[in-house]
């Protein structure tokens, strides 16, 4: 992905077949490890208004699989590599996994209420699945056959708008846009023995005027917090916190431990995009605009490379592919300055077509040997942008 030279350094093939807007875009293939994907070939998966979910061959350049059009919109996905499996909901609030290989449906449960989010965990040999849900509650399902385990609600009628866990999978914190409901952080091991409303208050840790998180990846534990300190909202306070477990009167209790606290200024908050890099190096992109700061505030960069909003950004430890409704995707890599401040070093950017035909991208991912990009479509029939590189 050195250059970007279309046709030296990658092929650019447009994928077509979805007759709605696409909801969800995910490896299928796991983005992480480059010989872990089918038959040594990238996949992807897609979501559509038009109750469909796609899988797609990147390097062949074709489509997979379709599911059967279903009842109703497909609205969230999560795919999970490692055990083979695609999950979807619809707008009904019924979840459904699916054979990753051949798209044969495999379980079903309906959550009678709108699914806000999807996030997948192991816990000692029990794979599980977190539904964040438009009513507050968390359920718990056995994956993949979808059998609950849980269910808590966990905000008083507000959506649960995040949903993230830590890298190690030993925290979930859930919380919702709305300045009147704390943030919550919990044990994901609660989550498996039937936690119920009255022990919430007690086995989880609050956050107050919370509205969106990431956390640390190369810090088992570290989570960063973007709060609204004024009513206008363009004010923000960026809070880190190590976690950690005590045990007090034989109840374990979460504690939060302080690392980094600095503000942020800037109009709005509904549209920020929060990410993190290392152990403490935080990505914020905002309309145009992409900063990096340290925990502590220290602004390590500034990109101001797109024309349009930045509607999706995709990080791991080697780059940072930012799409925006310019129709344009920006490749950065990361470098270390001399005086060794991290960076990124603007490589190249990808266009994805013509404005005529599109609004702009809306999503993007990446692994070793790909991008691939969601582009919103003016007849409401979107389309993917695949770059295969040659590496």
């Known amino acids: ?75 969230k996905l999560l795919t999970v590599p490692q055990q083979g499996l695609v999950i979807t909901a619809d707008s009904k609030g019924n979840i459904k996994a699916w054979n990753g290989r051949t798209g044969e449906e495999l379980a079903v449960f309906a959550t009678s209420c709108t699914v806000y989010n999807l996030v997948a965990y192991n816990m000692d040999t029990q794979h599980c699945l977190i539904v964040g849900t438009g009513e507050g509650t968390l359920i718990t399902l056995t994956i993949p056959h979808l059998n609950q385990i849980s269910r808590l609600s966990l905000i008083d009628v507000n959506p649960v708008d995040f949903l993230l866990l830590s890298p190690d999978h030993k925290y979930a914190i859930a919380g919702s846009k709305s300045n009147e409901v704390p943030t919550k952080v919990l044990r994901t091991e609660c989550l498996m023995d039937g936690l119920d409303d009255d022990r919430l208050a007690t086995d989880s840790l609050q956050i107050n005027s919370c509205f969106t998180a990431c956390w640390l990846p190369k810090a088992s534990s570290r989570v960063v ?62 309309n145009t605009e992409m900063k990096l700061f340290s925990i502590d505030g220290v602004q390590l960069a500034s990109y101001h490379e797109h024309k349009n909003t930045i509607s999706g950004i995709s990080v791991d430890p080697f780059r940072v592919v930012t799409a925006s409704m310019d129709l344009s995707l920006r490749v950065y890599t990361w470098k270390r300055q001399p005086n060794r401040c991290l960076s990124l070093e603007s490589n190249y950017h990808l266009l994805g077509g013509s404005h005529m035909r599109s609004r702009g991208f809306t999503n993007v991912v990446f692994d070793h040997g790909s991008i691939v990009g969601s582009v919103q479509a003016h007849d409401g029939k979107d389309v993917l942008k695949a770059y295969n590189f040659n590496v």
Not at 32 to 44: A, C, E, L
Not at 245 to 262: A, D, H, L, M, S
């Open 225 to 286: 917090t973007m709060t609204k300190t004024n009513a206008v909202g363009f004010q923000k306070s960026i809070i880190t916190f190590d976690l950690m477990c005590q045990t007090r009167k034989n109840k374990i209790e979460i504690q939060g431990k302080q690392v980094g606290n600095f503000t942020y200024e800037d109009a709005g908050w509904n549209d920020i995009l929060l990410e993190g890099h290392g152990i403490n190096t935080i990505i914020i992109a905002h």
């Open 1 to 75: 992905m050195a250059s970007g030279c279309g046709g030296a350094d990658y092929t650019c093939t447009t994928f077509r077949g979805h007759r709605g807007r696409i909801t969800g875009l995910q490896y299928w293939s796991n983005p992480d490890n480059p010989f872990d994907t089918m038959n040594g070939k990238s996949v992807v998966c897609t979501t559509s208004t038009d109750c469909t979910l796609r899988a797609w061959s990147i390097q062949e350049g074709k489509q997979v699989w379709s599911t059967p059009v279903q009842e109703e919109p497909l609205v």
